[in-house]
């Protein structure tokens, strides 16, 4: 059986996954299932589909991550 984190995992260390088109949610939920730490291998690439939004009081961000060369 494979559960999320295992999917996870194996996708953000294959080396052909160049970009991570990311969601930062401002707000904590409760579950068993984490991103891993992706600033160890992407950093902040500025794009055109960036912003910073708001919906029922919840903020987020979309923002997109390039692989650390």
């Not at 995992?9 to 992706?38: I, M, N, S, W």
Request: with cysteine.
């Amino acid at each position: 059986m494979v559960g999320g984190a295992e999917i996870f995992r194996d996708a953000f260390v294959d080396p052909q996954l160049r970009y991570v088109y990311l969601t930062r949610v401002e707000v904590h939920c409760d579950g068993d299932t984490k991103v891993p730490d992706l600033d160890r291998d992407f950093v902040h690439d500025a794009w055109d589909g960036e912003q910073t939004l708001e919906d029922n009081g919840v903020r987020y961000r979309i923002e997109r991550l390039v692989r650390r060369t």
